[in-house]
């Protein structure tokens, strides 16, 4: 019966889609000044009203990003990380990178066993697989460089919403139940999520209030020292794990310069490294880019099957070039030149699919997850924020410290525990990704803004593991290419292709049976599972009257909240 209410939901999400196409245009939320799209009402609304009250996009970034470490624990987070993209008001852009790192006692083949073989699970469950937390830390840093109001009014409504609760959504309910025993089996003690859920249960987390309480008393030392981190800590150390106090006060955010590059006469400013999305994102558009893709019908097969191509070109050098670059040198300009890609695509064509297996990464001279998640901010000052954050899988490690009310991440799954085994998401790597001690792992996340003559256009990004780069991709597409707004484009249904596995993931009832069966004919291996979802976008469009219109994820409980 769920299977059956599952496939008649998803079908019904893109078959009104289609017919509401043809009778009015699908609009989302448009407001006057500011706005933000993140994956829960509650937080949304929250960074709303911090706009509200005079805060800018920074401040608001800061209260989004604590209410969605309580009102969204399967991914938002305190103890994981993540990546921020921004253009201020005078177009000045920049990146920080709060991604995680792996601990001082961490060593390049802690899941191997003694054969050499990937030890199944170490790496993406329980203590094992975790990452040193950014996410506070890049709190602060975004604070201190831009917040204008007292910290402590950007966090009291996060504190407030842990102690009082709020009223678990029905697709909650369902991940919740869907992960008790997995809860139960992380760690060693009955947590406050281990039962049964329904819609309209009230959530309230007292542990986690008052670490947020610590946070807003002492700074980021109420995270990263004190009695955080010793619950931290000691929990770590009942578990088995490595994690140690200096690993926490050793932690730093890192500032970084975007990739930024043209696209059709408009300049995308994306995520660097260690986050993957930047580069193949420059890859896979310079691709496409000498296409005139208006006389190519949107999702029809020669669509598909083009981009299919770009992706499969790009992911086949992030699994090879791509890591930490603090730890490795990648050779960025030359992998996102024009002459360089071209050279990629002189293989392609049109009559039949390339087969991964012949497509290697290309001669340079000289599974994130369903459950990351994104908000994108626009404030009244003109400033913007794009910010992807993550515990990786769902609930992350599904460990929750004791004492302190707070998911791990699972992000050491992100690196490459053996050359060409793949992770969670199917993805390889090689050397470039191994693991050392205090190196920051690959990521796919993809925060990403978009200029157009000179003003800020749009503001996007998403979940979905190693989808979230082609999902953003194909929402500029649908903007730049296609003249779609914003939540029409949010909604249309995506595809994807990451190089290996050679298959073309679709997300169910959204390509008719003729694209299908050409790219079949074509040579095309075609995934398309009833549960299958790719990425959960939240995006802001700035329209011709300069309003602007939010795109919220209808896959989720995504909204967009503004003035």
């Given at each position: 019966?769920?299977?059956?209410?599952?496939?008649?939901?998803?079908?019904?999400?893109?078959s009104?889609?289609?017919?509401?196409?043809?009778?009015?245009?699908?609009?989302?939320?448009?407001?006057?000044?500011?706005?933000?799209?993140?994956?829960?009402?509650?937080?949304?609304?929250?960074?709303?009203?911090?706009?509200?009250?005079?805060?800018?996009a920074y401040?608001?970034?800061?209260?989004?990003?604590?209410?969605?470490?309580?009102?969204?624990?399967?991914?938002?987070n305190?103890?994981?990380?993540?990546?921020?993209?921004?253009?201020?008001?005078?177009?000045?852009?920049?990146?920080?990178?709060?991604?995680?790192?792996?601990?001082?006692?961490?060593?390049?083949?802690?899941?191997?066993?003694?054969?050499?073989?990937?030890?199944?699970?170490?790496?993406?469950?329980?203590?094992?697989?975790?990452?040193?937390?950014?996410?506070?830390?890049?709190?602060?840093?975004?604070?201190?460089?831009?917040?204008?109001?007292?910290?402590?009014?950007?966090?009291?409504?996060?504190?407030?919403?842990?102690?009082?609760?709020?009223?678990?959504?029905?697709?909650?309910?369902?991940?919740?139940?869907?992960?008790?025993?997995?809860?139960?089996?992380?760690?060693?003690?009955?947590?406050?999520?281990?039962?049964?859920?329904?819609?309209?249960?009230?959530?309230?987390?007292?542990?986690?209030?008052?670490?947020?309480?610590?946070?807003?008393?002492n700074?980021?030392?109420?995270?990263?020292k004190?009695?955080?981190?010793?619950?931290?800590?000691?929990?770590?150390?009942e578990?088995?794990?490595?994690?140690?106090?200096e690993?926490?006060?050793?932690?730093?955010?890192?500032?970084?310069?975007?990739?930024?590059?043209?696209?059709?006469?408009?300049?995308?400013?994306?995520?660097?490294?260690?986050?993957?999305?930047?580069?193949?994102?420059?890859?896979?558009?310079?691709?496409?880019?000498?296409?005139?893709?208006?006389?190519?019908?949107?999702?029809?097969?020669?669509?598909?099957?083009?981009?299919?191509?770009?992706?499969r070109?790009?992911?086949?050098?992030?699994?090879?070039?791509?890591?930490?670059?603090?730890?490795?040198?990648?050779?960025?300009?030359?992998?996102?030149?024009?002459?360089?890609?071209?050279?990629?695509?002189?293989?392609?064509?049109?009559?039949?699919a390339?087969?991964?297996?012949?497509?290697?990464?290309?001669?340079?001279?000289?599974?994130?997850?369903?459950?990351?998640?994104h908000?994108?901010?626009?404030?009244q000052?003109?400033n913007?924020?794009?910010?992807?954050?993550?515990?990786?899988?769902?609930y992350?490690?599904?460990?929750?410290?004791?004492?302190?009310?707070?998911?791990?991440?699972?992000?050491?799954?992100?690196?490459?525990?053996?050359?060409?085994?793949?992770?969670?998401?199917?993805?390889?790597?090689?050397?470039?990704?191994?693991?050392?001690?205090?190196?920051?792992?690959?990521?796919?996340?993809?925060?990403?803004?978009?200029?157009?003559?000179?003003?800020?256009?749009?503001?996007?990004?998403?979940?979905?593991?190693?989808?979230?780069?082609?999902?953003?991709?194909?929402?500029?597409?649908?903007?730049?290419?296609?003249k779609?707004?914003?939540?029409?484009?949010?909604?249309?249904?995506?595809?994807?292709?990451q190089?290996?596995?050679?298959?073309?993931?679709?997300?169910?009832?959204?390509?008719?049976?003729?694209?299908?069966?050409?790219?079949?004919?074509?040579?095309?291996?075609?995934?398309?599972?009833?549960?299958?979802?790719?990425?959960?976008v939240?995006?802001?469009?700035?329209?011709?009257?300069?309003?602007?219109?939010?795109?919220?994820?209808p896959?989720?409980?995504?909204?967009?909240?503004?003035?």
């Amino acid at each position: 019966m769920k299977k059956i209410i599952l496939v008649l939901t998803i079908s019904l999400l893109f078959s009104n889609c289609k017919t509401n196409s043809k009778k009015e245009k699908i609009t989302g939320l448009i407001t006057e000044k500011a706005m933000v799209v993140s994956a829960r009402e509650e937080a949304s609304k929250i960074g709303s009203d911090i706009l509200k009250k005079g805060g800018n996009a920074y401040d608001a970034m800061v209260a989004t990003q604590l209410a969605l470490a309580v009102v969204y624990p399967v991914a938002g987070n305190i103890g994981g990380g993540g990546f921020m993209v921004y253009r201020a008001s005078d177009g000045k852009t920049g990146a920080l990178d709060f991604r995680e790192k792996a601990p001082l006692n961490a060593s390049k083949d802690m899941y191997l066993d003694t054969e050499g073989n990937v030890i199944p699970g170490k790496s993406s469950f329980g203590i094992h697989s975790v990452g040193v937390p950014g996410t506070i830390a890049g709190l602060f840093e975004v604070y201190k460089k831009f917040g204008s109001l007292p910290f402590k009014d950007l966090i009291q409504p996060a504190i407030d919403m842990a102690r009082n609760g709020f009223k678990v959504t029905s697709k909650q309910a369902k991940a919740l139940n869907r992960t008790r025993k997995l809860f139960e089996k992380a760690n060693n003690y009955k947590v406050l999520f281990d039962k049964e859920w329904k819609k309209g249960d009230l959530l309230k987390q007292e542990e986690l209030a008052q670490t947020l309480e610590r946070i807003r008393d002492n700074g980021q030392d109420g995270f990263y020292k004190g009695k955080t981190a010793q619950l931290f800590v000691d929990y770590v150390k009942e578990l088995g794990g490595i994690i140690s106090l200096e690993d926490l006060e050793k932690y730093k955010a890192i500032w970084r310069k975007p990739i930024e590059f043209n696209y059709k006469n408009h300049k995308i400013i994306s995520m660097t490294l260690p986050a993957s999305g930047g580069i193949c994102l420059a890859q896979i558009l310079k691709s496409i880019e000498p296409f005139d893709l208006t006389k190519i019908a949107h999702n029809s097969s020669k669509y598909v099957q083009l981009l299919t191509e770009a992706e499969r070109r790009s992911y086949a050098d992030r699994a090879h070039y791509l890591g930490d670059i603090d730890f490795i040198n990648v050779p960025i300009d030359s992998l996102i030149a024009t002459s360089y890609i071209k050279k990629r695509m002189n293989s392609f064509s049109w009559d039949k699919a390339t087969k991964s297996s012949e497509v290697s990464h290309g001669a340079i001279l000289g599974h994130e997850s369903d459950q990351t998640t994104h908000y994108s901010i626009v404030d009244q000052f003109g400033n913007a924020v794009s910010v992807t954050t993550t515990l990786n899988t769902g609930y992350g490690s599904k460990v929750l410290v004791k004492g302190a009310g707070f998911f791990l991440n699972n992000e050491m799954d992100d690196f490459s525990a053996k050359p060409g085994v793949p992770n969670v998401y199917g993805l390889v790597g090689s050397k470039a990704n191994a693991i050392a001690p205090e190196k920051r792992m690959l990521s796919s996340m993809t925060p990403t803004i978009v200029e157009k003559d000179g003003k800020l256009k749009m503001v996007l990004g998403t979940p979905g593991g190693s989808t979230i780069i082609t999902s953003v991709l194909q929402n500029i597409i649908n903007i730049v290419d296609y003249k779609m707004g914003m939540q029409e484009s949010v909604n249309k249904a995506r595809f994807h292709h990451q190089w290996l596995p050679d298959n073309i993931r679709m997300e169910p009832n959204g390509f008719d049976s003729t694209t299908k069966d050409n790219l079949k004919a074509l040579g095309y291996e075609l995934v398309e599972r009833n549960s299958l979802i790719i990425g959960r976008v939240d995006a802001i469009l700035l329209l011709p009257n300069g309003k602007l219109e939010g795109g919220a994820d209808p896959r989720g409980d995504d909204k967009a909240v503004g003035f």
